[in-house]
């Protein structure tokens, strides 16, 4: 009778030996090689590999800069209407998340502050995804009202928790520090999630 081997994934093995004609006629004759296989089948099912994929944005090719969504004043995160959905996840998938968005900050007249416009990402009402932190900042004392304008880097990941729904919507959420400041996310945005998976 023959034998199960689901293979060794942790034996990734550099090269398969190929049975030659003066090779016995045993079973072991074939069953090296075989094993070989087999391991490297294993390691492979056991890599994190792409699997799903999905992706939101608005394209600015005349560079209109076009708001989106609403102001953000409050200096407390708020949703933005960025957001990118995804389905069918199971406990253990990593989600790649990276993007771009032109962001304003206006900051009005008045005394040195450390101003600042903060973004980050969260996973529906689960958890903030572990990203840097985009931002905007200004500290100088100004007397006429400004606005500051940056293309920020979005880049993050998350590991989808055992609790978790099958669906979550990755959201944008920004805020200010200084009370009467005002962020506005415009176009060009560009958000996308990429996610891994091992068998």
């Known amino acids: ?28 004759t074939p069953a090296v ?11 492979l099912a056991a890599d994190m590999h792409p699997v799903a994929f999905a992706s939101a944005g608005v394209d600015d090719p005349s560079s209109a ?17 960025i957001v990118v959905a995804l389905s069918d996840l199971r406990a253990g998938d990593r989600v790649k998340l990276t993007g771009t968005v ?17 973004l980050r990402l969260v996973a529906g009402t689960i958890a903030t995804v572990n990203n840097a932190i985009p931002e905007i900042t200004w500290d100088d004392a100004d007397v006429v009202t400004r606005t500051f304008a940056r293309l920020l880097t979005l880049d993050g990941f998350f590991v989808v928790p055992n609790a978790a729904p099958p669906s979550i919507t990755f959201t944008l959420q920004g805020k200010v520090t200084v009370a009467g400041d005002t962020l506005a996310l415009c176009a060009p945005v560009a958000l996308t999630a990429l996610v891994y998976r091992s068998n």
């Open 102 to 118: 032109w962001a304003k900050l206006t900051v009005p007249a008045g005394p040195p502050v450390n101003h600042r416009a903060i």
């Open 33 to 43: 090689p075989l094993e070989g296989i087999a391991d490297r089948t294993a390691g």
């Open 65 to 81: 800069h076009a708001q989106q969504g609403s102001n953000v004043t409050s200096t407390s995160y708020v949703n933005t209407t």
């Open 1 to 28: 009778m023959p034998s199960q081997y689901a293979g060794d994934p942790s034996n990734f093995p550099a090269a398969v030996q190929i049975p030659v004609n003066t090779d016995g006629t045993d079973a072991v």
